[in-house]
C-alpha cells in the first residue's frame, strides 16, 4: 500500500497543485484515464472547501491530503482541522444558519452543501466525516483491472 501526503497553506492558488498532484498519482496508482477528471474535479472541490473553512475560521494550520493506492482502489481524503460542528461533515448536517448568526454563516453553509452536492456526483464511494480535530472528505475509486495485483 503506497501512500503520499501532501500539505499546503490555505491558499486558493494552492488547490490547482493539490489537483494535478491527485492526478498523476491516480493514474500511477492505476486509477482509469476516463475518470482521471473526475478524481482532479473532486479533489479540486474538497481543496477548495478545505482552504474555504480554514480562511474562514481564522486557522492557520495546512490542509492535508492523503492519496492512498489500496490493493484493488486508490482513495484520497482531504482534511481540515476546522472542529465538528463546523467542520467538512458538520456544515452538511446542521445546514443554514441559526437564530442571530449573520447572512454570512448561511453563504458558507450553502457553499459548503453544494460542494458536497458536487462530490458526491463526481464520486461513487464518499465518506465525510467531522470529529474535534476537524472534517474529513474520503473519496475513493477502483483501480483498472490490468494493475490490480493477483
Known sequence: MATVELRFSAQPEHVRTARLVAAAVA????????V?????LAVGEACSRAVGLH?????????KVVLTEEEKSFSIEVGDEVPGPGGEA???????????QPDTETDADSED?????VI???????????????GVIRMSWPKTPATLHP
Do not use: C, K, Y
Open 27 to 34: 493514474r500511477r496508482a492505476g486509477v482509469d484515464e476516463a
Open 113 to 117: 452543501e453544494m460542494g458536497l452536492a
Open 90 to 100: 458538520g456544515a452538511a448536517e446542521a445546514p443554514g444558519a441559526g437564530p442571530g
Open 55 to 63: 480562511r474562514n475560521h481564522g486557522i492557520t494550520a495546512p490542509v
Open 36 to 40: 482521471l477528471d473526475e478524481v482532479r
Open 120 to 134: 458526491s456526483g463526481l464520486v461513487d464511494d464518499v465518506e465525510v466525516r467531522s470529529g474535534t480535530d476537524g
